[in-house]
């Protein structure tokens, strides 16, 4: 897999973000890795907005599941 970025943002994805995170390439489907990253803390209630970016037309990751604490 190749790799790529996740973005969290609150409310819409051009508002604030959040937090992002760079994910490295894999060798396979079968390389999971469990990542953590910080982000900043807000109030309230908001949508949230995951992006994920990288080349086009490539696979660039899977995400199984995530978690705030």
Do not use: C, M
């Amino acid at each position: 897999l190749n790799g790529g970025k996740i973005i969290l943002s609150a409310g819409k994805p051009w508002y604030e973000r959040l937090g992002e995170y760079d994910l490295l390439a894999g060798n396979s489907k079968n390389d999971w890795q469990t990542v953590e990253f910080d982000i900043n803390e807000i109030s309230d209630v908001h949508a949230l907005w995951v992006q994920f970016r990288g080349g086009e037309g490539k696979d660039l990751f899977e995400l199984d599941w995530f978690s705030f604490e």
